[in-house]
């Protein structure tokens, strides 16, 4: 039975050679390393950038001449996508939770749903999966990087969340900083942009009133979305460490039937005892991580939470972007016990309530589509 390999895109992304071997016929957002013994200018930065190490941006269709100083040259052709449609008939599922492996990766129940295959250079500069700074700004900080002030963070449909809080205290300045998640990376507006994990954000003054206030903290409200690359002051240094790419996940028939993204009702799984668990362990994820965030997003994920696959965001998107979701045809649902946390009388026991995991796509603007594991309850019809 054919398998469909789920893969975390690093450094390079495949090109396509034409019949003059001086064309690179690429996508938006697809990254290609040309040889390193020179140094290429782009003639229309817009379109195709390099950067350093050589490595080649496409963002945005059109054409651009790459020309070196040695009078190499490539014409680079950057096309819209044009993605395969995977049928989920050839997909490995099981009726169950059934434990197996395709490709070095650990499923359960689905091939779409697996641990993210990751690489030895993912492990060498990175901490839980964020990038470690070679010169931190404070030595108990070694994950924060510096970004320029008002730093735009964006969605994953390039919609504007707000701007980088600068709550880092460096010496007497407090500065603007973010994480980075390791091999995530998107091209928005023509940007190259970076996802960032976790980073304060004084809001959008559109958004400000949609924000519970006792989520903010001083000003500043805790998310993650994607920051542009341009605006990271040693930029150089994270080129070397980032990874440049993203998880991706096959494209799968859609049905016709779309779900609203709100962001569900994070309140329904609180107790008096904290906020139920959505492992049996405890120590691991909850409900609201796959609702509303306190940003006001919800995020795409890469896998089912609650099977130790870690449920890593794969995108976030803001509730008020009047988005939609629509289901994968074939592909299984997963409907995710929780537990009582600790401290309750039945700390650990599964409750009455369950979470369901939806695979499928979310279709920005301007972008190809974003498949994906979404909270059924975070959905509305």
């Known amino acids: 039975m054919p398998h469909r390999t789920l893969i975390l895109l690093l450094l390079l992304a495949p090109a396509t050679l034409a019949a003059d071997p001086t064309t690179l016929t690429l996508a938006p957002g697809d990254i290609h390393r040309l040889p390193a013994n020179t140094h290429y200018e782009s003639s229309v930065p817009r379109t195709a950038q390099v950067l350093k190490g050589n490595i080649l941006i496409a963002l945005q269709p059109g054409t651009a001449r790459l020309t070196a100083k040695d009078s190499t040259e490539y014409l680079i052709a950057i096309e819209p996508h044009h993605l395969p449609t995977v049928d989920p008939a050839t997909l490995q599922q099981f009726p169950d939770n059934h434990r197996f492996e ?3 990766r650990t499923c359960y129940g689905s091939e779409l749903n697996g641990q993210r295959a990751s690489d030895p250079a993912e492990r060498q500069f990175t901490r839980s ?3 470690i700074n070679p010169k ?4 108990d900080k070694p994950l924060e990087w510096e970004v320029r002030p008002n730093t735009p963070v964006l969605d994953g449909a390039g919609v504007p969340i707000g701007v980088v809080a600068a709550h880092l205290k460096v010496d007497n300045r407090n500065v603007p900083t973010s994480k980075f998640n390791f091999g995530m990376s998107k091209v928005l507006a023509g940007r190259l942009c970076l996802y960032a994990f976790s980073v304060p954000v004084e809001p959008a003054p559109d958004l400000r009133n949609s924000i519970d206030p006792r989520e903010l903290k001083d000003g500043a409200v805790g998310t ?7 605006q990271v002051v ?7 460490r980032i990874g440049l790419g993203k998880p991706t996940l096959p494209r799968l028939p859609l049905e016709d039937h779309r779900y609203r993204i709100t962001g569900g009702d994070p309140p329904a799984y609180e107790t008096p005892h904290g906020e139920l668990a959505i492992v049996k362990a405890l120590n691991g994820p909850v409900p609201s991580h796959y609702l509303r965030r306190p940003s006001g997003t919800v995020n795409l994920l890469y896998s089912v939470p609650g099977f130790g696959l870690g449920g890593q965001s794969l995108d976030s998107f803001l509730t008020s972007n009047n988005l939609t979701f629509r289901p994968a045809k074939g592909a299984k649902q997963f409907v995710q016990p929780t537990y009582f946390p600790k401290g309750h009388p039945q700390a650990g026991q599964v409750t009455p309530k369950t979470m369901t995991f ?5 279709e920005p603007k301007d972008q190809p589509p974003i498949y994906g594991w979404i909270a059924r309850e975070s959905l509305a019809d």
């Open 136 to 139: 931190p700004l404070r030595p």
């Open 224 to 230: 993650s979305a994607w920051l542009p690359l341009d």
């Open 129 to 131: 999966n964020r990038v």
């Open 102 to 104: 395709v490709d070095g």
């Open 358 to 362: 939806l695979y499928g796509a979310i």
């Open 234 to 240: 040693d930029q150089d240094a994270l080129i070397d």
